[in-house]
């Protein structure tokens, strides 16, 4: 679990410019219809043009602009879907709420609510826009935990498997590209999606395209902007079917397409690690120190690596860390302690950021990098090996092999709740044909 990162704070900073269409605007047309709701093309607009903004300098990283559209409008759908499906249900979230939310983005950003309104307003974004979008994550944030306390859970004998399968020592990073068909899908559909995956794969086996660029263009996973990145994962949190070959394989390989419950996969190794694991022989612990500059909405991530660019500097020119983070550093849990993030395992940071420490010397202090929190400097400060209670091994597992489900479990839930709505796309957004099924050839 990433400590510092308030994840509430960074989606609503990335959904700021995505507004409720509740009022009629002049000279603004409709992407889609959504239930009795629509999504305005003004609003498809704007979240275009913010996902373009994060990724200044990568530009080709990004599909063509037809199938950014494509992309960015189906997660708009899934927004309007899910806080339609959390108010009909009754979950509620207050104006106090959605007052405190405000408020501590304003001050992960080094602002008053009132500069954040007035920064708001000179990037073209309303104050009632972005309340609505707040409010929207967290109403989302809490049919998702509704979700998991009534339909996910994990037995002793799954604890027992995992702890067992740790014996190997062993993670894997995976990525996956997904091309899905609907439940039901007719023999037309399957072909469809067939040629689809095979195209992909033939793409893949001629070097034509990165597995991550792959991702990005032709996936329909919800991670497809993402480079379909799955995170690490031990043998056991790997589904049967792809575990065997998977342990096998070396990084850069692909399996599939393997046709699974949502449609055709194709499944990369990106790399592989050893002793994340080994908790019966010790946890190797690391005391650090970090600076924290956020980036999204108010603060454009060219700001704020340049931000952190100067930090760097004013360090390696001989600047003392601690008085530095307790200055600039918008982590708000370290930030008085100058930095101090106390003892810790490589992961609990999550695996960038745990990377990045693992990599250090005692005292070295590393290059700027970027996590979904934003920019760091992190600098190391000790190691030391510290034993794991069998209780705490068996709670970790517990919560890793429960996170796995709910993504899984959450990720069905949205394809029933988008099978199950009516949905009207009004604008051009269809893919072309070398975007919807590359040839196989």
Known sequence: MNRFLTSLAVAALLLAPLAHAQEPQPLDGIAAVVDEDVILRSELDRAVNNIQAQYAGRQDQLPPRSVLERQVLERLVLVRLQTERAQSTGVRVSDEEVDAAVTNIAQQN??????????????????????????????????????????????????????????????????????????????????????????????LDRGEI??????????DSPNALEGGDLGWRSLDEIPAAFATSISTMQPGGVIGPIRGPSGFQLLT??????????????LTQFQARHILVRSGGAVSDTQAKARIDTLRARITGGADFEALAR???????????????????????????????????DGQVSAPFRTQ???????RVGTRQASVSDDNRR??????????????????????????????????????????APSGG
């Open 373 to 379: 929190a934003g920019w760091h400097v992190v600098q």
């Open 327 to 361: 200055e600039n550093s918008e982590d708000d849990s370290s930030k008085a302690a100058g930095g101090d993030l106390g003892w810790f395992a490589q992961d609990d940071f999550g695996p960038d950021f745990g990377g990045q420490v693992a990599a250090l010397q």
């Open 395 to 436: 709670s970790q597992v517990r919560e890793t092999i429960g996170q796995r489900k709910l993504e899984d479990e959450w990720e069905r839930y949205l394809r029933e709740l988008r099978g199950e709505a009516f949905v009207d796309i009004r604008t051009g957004t269809a893919p072309a044909a070398s975007d919807a």
């Open 210 to 219: 990165a597995f991550n660029a792959a991702a990005v263009r032709y996936s």
């Open 110 to 203: 080094n602002l008053t609510p009132e500069q954040l309104r007035q920064q708001l307003a000179r990037d073209g974004t309303t104050y009632a826009d972005f309340r609505s979008s707040l409010r929207d994550e967290l109403l989302i944030q809490r049919l998702r935990q509704r979700f998991a306390q009534s339909r996910i859970s994990v037995s002793d004998g799954e604890v027992d498997a995992a702890l067992a399968a740790q014996a190997s020592n062993t993670q894997y990073r995976l990525a996956h590209i997904l091309v899905a068909v609907p439940e039901g899908a007719t023999p037309e559909q399957l072909a469809t999606g067939q040629q689809k995956i095979d195209g992909v794969k033939a793409l």
């Open 269 to 282: 190794l990106v790399e592989t690690r050893e002793g994340v694991a080994a908790a019966d022989r010790g």
